[in-house]
C-alpha cells in the first residue's frame, strides 16, 4: 500500500507501508463444550456409566495469548503455533463421585446425598502446530480454515462437589488431585471461521486417563472462537514504515508526480 507524504515545497515522499506480521488465527478466547467419546467414536460407557458425562453442562474454555505464523504463500498459506491456557469441565450424572487409587480411576453414586454440581476440572498449557488458509491479506476481512495438532501439557486438576445439606446448609467441596490424568495430550483441531469469529473442533488423539487405569476415553471438544485482535481497528494497518524519494516535475505551473507501479 503506498501513500503520499510532503516535507516541504517540492519535496514529496512516497510511503510503503509494510505488514509487522503475518496474520494468524489462533489468539482469542474459545468457549465450547465436551463430549467424552470411546475408542469406536461413540458416547456409550456400558460397563463404566459415569463416564456418560452430562454434555449440557460440560464445558470448555481457553485463552489463547501468543500466536506466531509462518508463512509458505505470503498470508494465504501458513504454519502457525503459539501458546494457550485451557481449562475442562466434566460434569457427571447421577450422584456419581470420582475417586482413584494407584491402579485405576473410577466413580461410585452416593446414595446418602443429592449434588447439585459435580465436575472434574482439568487445566493445561497449550501449542498448536496448523495448517492454515485465508482467503485476504486482511484478516479483519478473510475468511480462514486452518487444521492440525494441539498438543497439551496438565498444570492442575480437581473435583468439585456443590449441594445443600438436610438442615439446609449449602456446600462446596474441593479435592485437587491427579486423579490419574495424562500429564500430557494431542488433539487433531480445525478452526473455521470469517474475521474475528468463527467455529473450532478438536478430537483427542490420546485418552484423557493414563492406560490401564480405566476405559478409553477420548474428549470432543466443539464450540465458538473468538479472535480478538480483529476486533475494532485493523490489524493489517499497523507496520513499519519506508520512505524512497519520487520524481516531481512542473508542466505550465502544474507538479506531477510520477509514482511507479510495484
Known amino acids: 500500500r503506498d501513500c503520499l507524504l510532503s516535507r516541504g515545497l517540492g519535496d514529496v515522499y512516497k510511503r510503503q507501508v509494510k505488514p509487522s506480521s503475518y496474520e494468524a488465527h489462533w489468539a482469542g478466547m474459545d468457549v465450547g463444550t465436551v463430549i ?6 461413540g458416547t456409550d460407557f456400558s460397563n463404566n456409566p459415569y463416564w456418560e458425562n452430562d454434555i449440557a453442562n460440560s464445558t470448555t474454555t481457553a485463552i489463547n495469548l501468543l500466536e506466531f505464523k509462518l508463512p509458505i504463500a505470503k498470508q494465504y498459506l501458513g504454519l502457525v503455533t503459539g501458546l494457550g491456557y485451557q481449562n475442562t469441565n466434566i460434569s ?12 485405576s480411576v473410577f466413580a461410585v453414586k452416593d446414595p446418602n ?10 487445566h493445561y ?22 487444521a492440525g495438532v494441539v498438543g497439551g501439557v496438565r498444570i492442575g486438576s480437581s473435583t468439585t462437589l456443590k449441594g445443600k445439606y438436610e438442615n439446609g446448609d449449602k456446600f462446596t467441596n474441593v479435592r485437587r488431585a491427579k486423579y490419574n490424568l495424562n500429564p500430557v495430550f494431542l488433539d487433531a483441531s480445525f478452526r473455521i471461521g470469517y474475521g474475528a469469529f468463527g467455529l473450532f473442533g478438536s478430537y483427542s488423539l490420546s485418552t484423557m486417563f493414563k492406560a490401564d487405569k480405566t476405559v478409553a476415553i477420548r474428549p470432543l471438544r466443539v464450540g465458538i472462537t473468538w479472535n480478538w485482535h480483529y476486533s475494532g481497528s485493523d490489524k493489517s494497518k499497523k507496520g513499519d514504515f519506508d520512505f524512497e524519494p519520487i520524481e516531481e516535475e512542473s508542466v505550465e505551473g502544474l507538479s506531477l508526480i510520477h509514482i511507479s507501479e510495484p
Open 125 to 146: 498449557l497449550t501449542a498448536p502446530l496448523l495448517l492454515e488458509f485465508a482467503s485476504k491479506v486482511e484478516g479483519k476481512k478473510s475468511f480462514y480454515f486452518n
Open 113 to 122: 446425598q443429592e449434588y447439585k454440581r459435580n465436575w472434574l476440572a482439568a
Open 36 to 41: 467424552l467419546m470411546n475408542n469406536d467414536f
Open 92 to 103: 457427571f450424572r447421577e450422584n456419581y463421585v470420582l475417586n482413584y487409587d494407584e491402579s
